[in-house]
């Protein structure tokens, strides 16, 4: 085991660390993260990293293979273009956390704020809780579910992710619609769930993707141009 | 960008610290702004028939000879406490209009000299620099007082002087601290002008405070106030506000500037990132929450 602690050693030592090799299959504990910033981003190797307390911004950027897990709350733009692995926040989440993803399992067991998921590319995202506005917008691919409610415009304008949502939307974006859940779809949410350790009915969601209206070019909107 | 900070007491015992907590929460905020600072600090409130104005001049700035006008000038007793080029006048006034009438008699009769806040409570220091210099300059760690507001400026609506940084006063009592940008504020500032609000700049920021000043003006609670600011002002901001008693938050609906609120049974505070937050006593027991977009948070003290 190797500990961090960041009240006297520089963020970019823990990160140097995480981009080699030497720590790889090792658990690593980063103490006194005090809200800093990009904590823990870029790490390539299979470890598992435990930080005790809040991060700010861009915590766990660009992971991959590393299971990240952040006992506190995340500042804005966690887990960002993660490729894979796992970053788990045992709190609450800001802004567009997950965004442009590519891979790897996101979970936040409270609540994440506004633009969660915003253009995912493949990742799967677990919020225990509610979500903010613009969610999921131009997401591309992957899953989100959350266990709560999500703020306005769920969806807008997405490509081919999958939403699963317990609570209800405030409103779905443009061309986002509830479709129907089938066993395929129960199967996939209930693996889902298992593997964020989050207990609901896979039965009580509901699931939302696109219209697919906007993919291609409508006549009708030749006068907007 | 701008960085933003606001604490806010609610176990007196605390009161002595506020200038050290508030800095502390500032110079975690600089790398979010380089080019000014400001703190606007409620204390030592002044009877209700006296004013108190902080004045800002030129660096070589001679306070006594500026006492020795406003003397001759308002014909009254007037104290001057300096603070490098701030310092902070107390004059008798038995209402507003007399107040309306003593910054009116500075403005136009002492060439250079500026006025940051007018109130009873209030104070606002700022200046071009970094968090630490201008702390440093103003003392502020010294400082005690209920409530306070601090900023740290990255500019990109008007220019990077002085009279530019933050904390604004535009009515007594009142500051505003902005992280954002304002896109309508030409066109309130013309109306606002027209209502008899006074800008000293071309500042966004400003016309925000003048925008609550007027509301408040006209009856408004501070919370009526805010809620027509979202219907009428338009642009990114996370606004924290002071006022005499009183203290409120407050993000525009599409929240892209960010903000963090965190309240323990000894104070609440509010910032741009956590790392603020983090410098404060008891912070690791904390309610922390981010506020929700276009939703008003405000706390106040009963007035004795």
Redesign the interface.
Same mark, same amino acid.
């Given at each position: 085991m190797r500990e961090f602690d960041l009240q006297n050693a520089e963020v970019r030592l823990l990160n140097q660390a995480l981009h080699g090799s030497d720590l790889a299959g090792q658990s690593i504990e980063v103490v006194n993260p005090?809200?800093?910033h990009n904590v823990a981003a870029g790490a390539q190797f299979e470890t598992q990293v435990d930080i005790r307390?809040?991060v700010?911004?861009y915590c766990a950027g660009m992971n991959q293979n590393a299971r990240i897990t952040v006992h506190g =709350?995340a500042? *804005?733009g966690l887990a960002e273009n993660m490729m894979s692995g796992s970053v788990t926040v045992k709190? =609450?989440a800001?802004?567009y956390c997950g965004a442009t993803a590519h891979g790897g399992l996101l979970i936040v067991e409270g609540d994440a704020? &506004?633009r969660c998921g915003i253009s995912m590319k493949g990742v799967d995202i677990v919020v225990g809780g509610s979500i903010?506005?613009m969610s999921a917008f131009m997401a591309q691919s992957g899953r989100l579910v959350i266990c709560g409610d999500a703020g306005e415009s769920l969806g807008d304008s997405i490509y081919e992710a999958r939403i699963y949502l317990r609570g209800e939307p405030t409103s779905l974006g443009t061309d986002c619609i509830e479709k129907p859940m089938e066993t395929e779809h129960i199967e996939e949410l209930k693996d889902l769930l298992n593997k964020a350790g989050i207990k609901h009915d896979p039965a009580e969601f509901k699931r939302y993707g696109s219209a697919r209206k906007l993919y291609n070019f409508q006549v009708d909107n030749v006068g907007a141009y | 960008m701008c960085g933003i900070v606001g604490l806010y007491l609610k176990n007196p015992a605390l009161e002595q610290h506020l200038g050290t907590m508030l800095a502390d929460m500032l110079v975690q905020m600089t790398d979010r702004g380089p080019d000014s600072a400001g703190v606007a600090i409620y204390h030592d409130p002044v009877d209700a028939k006296s004013v108190k104005i902080t004045l800002q001049g030129p660096d070589d700035v001679d306070w006594i000879a500026i006492e020795s006008k406003l003397v001759e000038g308002l014909g009254q007793h007037v104290s001057v406490t300096p603070l490098a080029n701030h310092a902070v006048m107390i004059a008798g006034a038995s209402d507003a209009a007399q107040s309306d009438d003593i910054a009116g008699w500075i403005e136009s009769n002492l060439d250079n000299v500026k006025i940051t806040s007018l109130g009873s409570a209030i104070e606002i220091f700022k200046e071009k620099g970094l968090p630490d210099q201008v702390i440093k300059k103003f003392k502020i760690r010294n400082m005690h007082g209920t409530h306070a507001l601090g900023h740290t400026r990255m500019a990109t609506e008007s220019a990077v002087t002085t009279e530019h940084s933050h904390p604004f006063s535009t009515g007594r009592d009142l500051c505003l601290v902005h992280n954002g940008s304002l896109s309508n504020h030409n066109q309130w500032r013309d109306r606002l002008r027209s209502e008899g609000i006074r800008f000293q700049t071309d500042n966004d920021s400003e016309v925000a405070a003048g925008y609550l000043t007027w509301r408040l003006g006209q009856g408004a609670t501070l919370n009526q106030a805010l809620e027509n600011a979202i219907k009428d002002l338009d642009g990114f901001y996370t606004f924290a506000v002071g006022t005499r008693d009183g203290f409120a938050v407050l993000r525009d609906p599409i929240?892209?500037k *960010?903000a963090?609120l965190a309240e323990t049974d000894d104070w609440v505070a509010m910032s741009s990132?956590?790392?603020? /937050? &983090?410098q404060l006593p008891n912070s690791?027991n904390a309610r /922390?929450?981010?506020p929700?977009?276009a939703r008003i948070y405000s706390w106040e003290r009963e007035v004795k």
């Open positions: 005090g809200g800093k307390g809040h700010g911004y =709350n500042g *804005p709190g =609450n800001s802004q704020a &506004a903010g506005h | 929240a892209c *960010p963090v990132e956590y790392r603020a /937050i &983090a690791e /922390i929450w981010e929700d977009p």
